[in-house]
């Protein structure tokens, strides 16, 4: 499969247009594009949404940036695009080079409130404050209107140093549900916030919300069922299931009925927002289905059933469920040749599941482009399958944090809700082996199942 | 829009109550059909959008039902009588009341609403964008000015800007120009009383009176981005950059306000010019400030960015022929504008445009 090499978020491609939209000159990523828009050497520029911005800029006579979607071969991209005219030319930089983000669970809606804030703010560039909830400074002893136009770290005293703007900045994604001090009155907040992007998807500003922080020690737990917290009960689990799976299914039918425009045309934008709906809904019916798992392998008792399966067999039919999802995400799966074959004993449905976890890791870590690679090795007692990305990595330090619960590998990634892998190595220790992480920041993880060989 | 059931206690199922319940049931079939009908009529481009009528609702609701309970506190205080709500109308039929009898389509007060929801909806819709580096945007840099007076008039956007932002919560009323405010405080004593009470009525006037009196002429929208473009003063060289700047910086009503002031045009009109979608005496406008290409250029782009019913296609055919207008002849051709309010709305009865 060829597969365009992706640039990646940071960078830049640069081009340049002749008065007639000509290409003159253009990075490879450019010029990709072009020529997947059917576009020749010598033929204007052929992908229509960029080509609009190049003229519109050029008869304005001023610089225009646009976020566009333009379509690739396996999928749109989100670029950011900025047309500058200079001497008869026009100075194309793009930038973005992703793939459409997909829905991802944020703590920050885009507006109307966060849900359940205690009040919201907002800043500029310069972290400067430049909104505050009405009443907030009463409510919660500090002056609001004195506050504006000051520093964010005026307001708030964050654990760790922030340091340069920059690099606050650049590390928001960890500000989502960050510990911090309202400094007026010293009362402990979590924080959550996401960043504005201006016409070339700079940072032009946050907007985040504050969650005024009731109990000791929460600032510790993320989540109230994070470990330490109470175990689930078999009555809770079932309950949830019960209360949430109706539901959620019928929103999530109704919401695709409404973006499939079953009952007559609407609006793109209200379709949008219900395939938006959708989205979600599964997200949260993937979420109950996993609780309820944990519930039953929680259970001290938990064990699977132990018969004679060929590991190498269930890693090529995980790989082959993987597939599609590869393909669009423009990773190639190496699996086991079909010949190999890797007895062991454990339960053939569950190991499924968690190679399935393990590959489908893989594949969304795995840079355009990239191959996850499975092999199988017989080892003294052990039968092993291991699965290796050549992804970001994981740090040393984030090893063991990754098998907890509602953790995840990274947590700005979308999907999923930091319960695979938990349970991944849960149900592998139920079939008496073991799941573990070898991996190089940089370089790639390796994620390697074993269970008893027979 | 939907025909509310009769809010007054329905006839009974029997005798001569039946023919009551069908002349009734007759009266909302005929209304219903004939709000289709005005729906169907409606021009597309000219629609309100659902979020703008939701909106202007909202920000309605919030007004009538702030103003209500401003005037049962007062009526309170003034009849020493904590039951006295008792026998007033109840908050949640007020504004039912008021929407049948037809006060609240009093058409400067949807006016104002629509021009104050359009007005956020710009700000929300305008690509950002950090012209300043790696300095405070606009609104701040000025809170920080070494001249008190801007810095202080700028602190007081900031703030109005948020108080602005409906929040829904019950101290935050939303602001209105105090002869639209004096209107809409009396018609709402008058949908409080429910019968004929010669003490409770006496009592509702002082109340109204109180509530009028305490009104703070500053409060009315834009104030404060008028009073900080005054304490600005810009120079006419100064002006491109700030006008650019503000729209860049989502702050539309600064925008304004540096126009009303550079212009001397009335700010609830060039509130309209700024927010109507074809643009033409925006143009206008700029070019009678001489204003270059680029920034007039500048100016439409955002402004076309953020309302998806400008068309940026022919703003961007007709720039050279609105560049080329001349600032005399733009100042000639928008000349009226700058004429009291009064004799334009007169001149407009003339012309037929008022409405009906």
């Given amino acids: 499969m060829t597969s365009m090499d992706s640039p990646g978020e940071s960078m830049v491609a640069r081009a340049i247009l002749d008065a007639g939209d000509h290409i003159l000159s253009a990075d490879p990523p450019i010029e990709l594009l072009h020529m997947r828009a059917g576009g020749g050497a010598t033929d204007r520029l052929a992908v229509a949404p960029i080509a609009r911005i190049a003229r519109l800029a050029r008869r304005l006579g001023i610089a225009v940036s646009r976020k566009v979607v333009v379509a690739d071969e396996e999928g749109d991209l989100d670029l950011w695009v900025q047309a500058r005219p200079e001497t008869g030319q026009i100075r194309l930089s793009v930038s973005g080079w992703r793939d459409r983000a997909a829905w991802r669970p944020i703590a920050t809606p885009a507006d109307h409130a966060a849900m359940g804030a205690d009040f919201r703010w907002e800043t500029d560039a310069a972290l400067r404050l430049t909104f505050l909830s009405p009443g907030a400074g009463q409510r919660h002893g500090f002056d609001a209107d004195a506050m504006l136009g000051r520093p964010l770290h005026a307001l708030f005293a964050f654990e760790t140093p922030t340091g340069s703007t920059s690099r606050f900045l650049a590390d928001t994604t960890t500000l989502d549900g960050r510990a911090a001090r309202l400094r007026p009155t010293d009362v402990p907040v979590r924080l959550s916030a996401a960043i504005r992007h201006d016409g070339m998807g700079g940072i032009a500003g946050l907007f985040g919300a504050t969650f005024l922080i009731d109990e000791p020690g929460e600032a510790d737990d993320e989540f109230a069922l994070a470990p330490g917290g109470p175990p689930l009960t078999e009555a809770f689990t079932a309950g949830l299931d019960k209360a949430l799976r109706t539901p959620l299914a019928r929103i999530v039918a109704n919401a695709d009925s409404i973006a499939a425009r079953a009952d007559g045309p609407i609006a793109a934008d209200y379709a949008e927002y219900a395939q938006d709906i959708a989205h979600a809904g599964r997200h949260l019916i993937g979420l109950v289905d996993n609780l309820v798992e944990l519930q039953a392998i929680e259970q001290p008792d938990f064990r699977l059933a132990a018969t004679p399966i060929d590991l190498a067999d269930v890693a090529r039919r995980a790989a082959g469920l993987l597939g599609v999802r590869a393909d669009t995400a423009g990773v190639t799966i190496r699996r086991p040749a079909a010949d190999e074959g890797l007895p062991a004993i454990g339960d053939f449905g569950r190991s499924l599941q968690i190679l399935i976890n393990l590959i489908g890791n893989a594949v969304r870590y795995s840079p355009r482009g990239g191959e996850v690679v499975i092999a199988v090795e017989r080892d003294g007692p052990w039968a092993l399958v291991s699965v290796a990305d050549h992804g970001k990595g994981i740090a040393d330090e984030d090893q063991a944090r990754i098998f907890e619960k509602f953790e995840r590998v990274d947590p700005s990634e979308a999907g999923g809700n930091g319960l695979g892998l938990y349970i991944a190595r849960r149900l592998a220790r139920a079939m008496g082996g073991e799941l573990s992480v070898d991996s190089v920041p940089g370089e790639g993880a390796t994620f390697t199942f074993r269970l008893r060989a027979q | ?356």
Avoid: K, Y
């Fill in chain 2, 1 to 356: 829009m939907a025909v509310e059931p009769d809010p007054f206690e329905p006839p009974q199922w029997q005798g001569a109550a039946l023919s009551m319940r069908m002349a009734s049931a007759r009266v909302r079939a005929a209304a219903r059909r004939s709000v289709a009908v005005a729906d169907l009529r409606l021009d597309e481009e000219h629609r309100l959008t659902e979020r703008i009528r939701f909106d202007v609702t909202a920000r309605l609701r919030l007004l009538v039902e702030t103003t209500a309970r401003d005037l049962l506190r007062q009526v309170e205080r003034l009849t020493d009588d904590g039951g006295v709500a008792a026998t007033l109308l109840p908050h949640d039929r007020l504004v039912e009341r008021l929407r049948q009898a037809g006060c609240l389509t009093d058409p400067d007060l949807i006016d104002e609403l629509v021009a104050q929801v359009r007005l956020t909806l710009l700000a929300e819709a305008l690509p950002v964008e950090n012209v300043a580096g790696d300095a405070p945007s606009l609104l701040v840099r000025l809170t920080e000015a070494p001249d008190r007076i801007v810095a202080a008039a700028a602190r007081a956007v900031l703030i109005a800007e948020g108080r602005g932002r409906i929040t829904g919560q019950p101290d935050e009323a939303v602001a209105l120009p105090a002869e639209l405010q004096q209107r809409l405080v009396w018609i709402v004593a008058a949908a409080l009383r429910q019968q004929d009470d010669a003490a409770l009525d006496t009592a509702l006037a002082q109340a109204v009176e109180r509530v009028l009196a305490a009104q703070d002429a500053s409060e009315r929208p834009l104030a404060a981005a008028l009073r900080l473009a005054a304490a600005i003063d810009a120079r006419a060289s100064e002006l491109p950059e700030l006008l650019v700047e503000s729209l860049l910086n989502r702050q539309p009503g600064l925008f304004i306000a540096l126009l009303v002031h550079a212009t001397g045009i009335d700010a609830d009109l060039m509130r309209e010019i700024v927010l109507e979608p074809e643009g033409d005496r925006l143009w206008l406008v700029l070019r009678a400030l001489d204003l270059d290409r680029a920034t007039v250029a500048r100016i439409g782009l955002s402004l076309c960015e953020a309302d998806g019913r400008r068309d940026v296609e022919g703003f961007a055919d007709a720039l050279d022929g609105i560049v080329a207008v001349s600032a005399e002849e733009a100042r000639r051709a928008t000349a009226t504008l700058r004429l009291p309010r009064s004799f334009r709305a007169a001149m407009e009865r003339l012309e037929g445009l008022a409405r009906r």
